[in-house]
């Protein structure tokens, strides 16, 4: 039995450069919501990292949709793209300008890998370690404002954001 119910939030976007950053604010404000301020900047990377694997390399558009989720000790980041293609770890050259996003990922996660969608693309995430949901606070009750935040993370959040 789960106790603390998820805590989900939900961005669609294109996957361009200047809506990258958005996304990186986005998730950051999620966290220090949810008071996981120790993990802002790893998964601030991580999903930098994937909404640029997509802005350079998806077909046949740069739709996508990124989802963090925390479940009991474990802190999910995730993205949907439309293009079925599987991204691997490179062997990227010690000078090069790219290429190491994956194994960036790798580093600083606690595991990572891809879910093929079939046709509709795929999926690549990575997991990061969460305090133990006891150790988080409630959250707020604030007059004027849902008791799910800013993002009412207890539901799924649907934020397009287009050029």
């Not at 950053?21 to 998730?27: D, E, K, L």
């Not at 050259?93 to 046709?119: C, F, K």
């Not at 509709?120 to 006891?134: D, E």
Request: glycine share 6%; aromatic share 4%.
């Amino acid at each position: 039995m789960i106790s603390q119910p998820s805590r989900h939030c939900t961005v669609e976007l294109h996957a361009l450069p200047s809506r990258i950053g958005q996304v990186r604010r986005i998730i950051s404000a999620q966290l220090r919501y949810w008071h996981l301020d120790p993990l802002i900047d790893q998964a601030a990377l991580g999903v930098t990292e994937l909404l640029t694997n997509v802005h350079r390399h998806a077909e046949p558009d740069k739709m996508c949709t990124v989802e963090i989720e925390l479940l009991l000790d474990r802190l999910t980041v995730s993205v949907h793209d439309h293009d079925p293609r599987i991204p691997t770890v490179g062997d990227s050259d010690l000078y090069a300008t790219s290429g190491r996003g994956l194994a960036l990922i790798a580093a600083v996660s606690e595991s990572w890998g891809v879910r093929p969608q079939g046709d509709t693309g795929k999926i690549v995430w990575f997991t990061l370690s969460a305090p133990s949901p006891l150790a988080l606070p409630p959250y707020p009750v604030v007059h004027g404002a849902t008791p799910d935040g800013p993002l009412r993370a207890h539901a799924t959040v649907r934020s397009t954001l287009t050029r």
